[in-house]
């Protein structure tokens, strides 16, 4: 158990509404990733940190942002959710001794 | 741009035998390789990690090698069980310090009883 927490695990919105999914840790990890998984693509980099108010984007960041206030939360925001949005969501953290990567267990957003 | 395969897409055996995923990617130039196992609805759990520097990791019944020069990776899972039944992802580290992986799309594994 990595100690990472992600919420809401489920959330049905509608489009054109904002949406904040959450990931927490308790360990005190600097790198946090963000990913989505779907159907046909695999697991994407949405955006990623490496310590407080430092993020950068992966390959699908258009559409979303993220922030880091604090070392154990980075939020993923949807400012205007589309249908195309609907997608698992993961948190990860990565060990800064061993390179690992480990992963929540998911936030499933559907978008109507 | 780093991309990363895995052939095939789903397997089926029988319980008891020994098995081989494969997991190929473009860039010989990776940080590390990693291995997870994923249940249905739910998150990665992490299996083996290779680092650049070495050439195999072993966990229980489970076996990663890694050959850099030829860009490919393979799971070794032994005597396998139903319990093993699950969709085995492989993800490789890219260089330049951000430590990002590039993850393939996965075997789904099915263990007969």
């Known amino acids: 158990d990595a100690g990472i927490t992600q919420s809401p695990r489920h959330k049905v919105t509608e489009t054109g509404t904002p949406v904040t999914l959450r990931c927490h840790q308790t360990?005190?990890?600097?790198?946090m990733y963000w990913y989505r998984q779907d159907p046909g693509h695999g697991l994407r980099l949405i955006h990623y940190?490496?310590?407080?108010?430092?993020?950068d984007k992966g390959e699908v960041s258009d559409g979303y942002s993220v922030s880091r206030s604090k070392t154990e939360d980075f939020l993923l925001t949807l400012e205007s959710a589309t249908s195309s949005q609907t997608s698992v969501y993961f948190c990860?953290?990565?060990?800064?001794?061993?390179?690992?990567?480990?992963f929540g267990e998911g936030s499933r957003l559907t978008v109507l | 741009k780093q991309e990363v395969t895995q052939i095939p897409a789903a397997l089926s055996v029988p319980e008891g035998e020994n098995l081989v995923l494969n997991c190929s990617f473009t860039?010989?130039?990776?940080?590390?390789l990693q291995w997870f196992r994923q249940d249905p609805g739910k998150g990665l759990t992490s299996l083996l990690l290779?680092?650049?520097?070495?050439r195999e990791q072993t966990s229980g019944r489970l076996n990663a090698s890694l050959d850099k020069s030829s860009g490919r990776s393979t799971l070794y899972i032994a005597a396998s069980q139903p319990g093993d039944s699950a969709t085995y992802l492989c993800?490789?580290?890219?260089?330049?310090?951000?430590?990002?992986?590039?993850f393939g799309k996965g075997t789904k594994l099915t263990v007969n009883p």
């Open positions: 990860a953290i990565r060990n800064k001794y061993t390179g690992e990567l480990f």
């Open positions: 360990e005190n990890h600097r790198y």
């Open positions: 940190s490496y310590g407080v108010k430092d993020t």
């Open positions: 860039d010989s130039a990776i940080y590390n």
């Open positions: 290779i680092q650049s520097s070495q």
């Open positions: 993800a490789v580290g890219t260089q330049g310090g951000s430590e990002k992986l590039v």
